[in-house]
């Protein structure tokens, strides 16, 4: 099954790629591909092929969910942005970093 993917908005006006991987793990990445700066999507949300690998809808450049690798296209050897995982707030039952 491929990853689930969401956009969601950030402090700074721009656009975080939520990537929901089969593991149950999260990864952020800032909307913006490393070939140009433009955003991954057209503007309707969706830059996530049907067999799980984001993609730029410009030039068709495709980044692992994983890791935001550029594996093909005219960024290979670049890749997106991560951003860190959201923190919960204290006493959520979470375990936080010291």
Do not use: Y
Request: charged residues 25%; glycine residues 14%; proline residues 11%.
């Amino acid at each position: 099954m491929p990853p689930s993917q969401s956009m969601e908005p950030l402090p700074d006006g721009g656009q975080a790629i939520r990537v929901g991987l089969d593991d149950g793990s999260l990864r952020r990445f800032r909307n913006r591909c490393p070939h140009l700066g433009i955003p991954l999507d057209w503007g309707d949300g969706r830059c996530l092929t049907d067999d799980g690998l984001l993609i730029c809808s410009m030039h068709a450049a495709l980044f692992d969910p994983e890791s935001g690798d550029c594996l093909a296209g005219p960024c290979v050897g670049k890749r997106l942005e991560r951003l860190p995982d959201p923190v919960a707030p204290a006493g959520d039952g979470a375990q936080h970093g010291a």
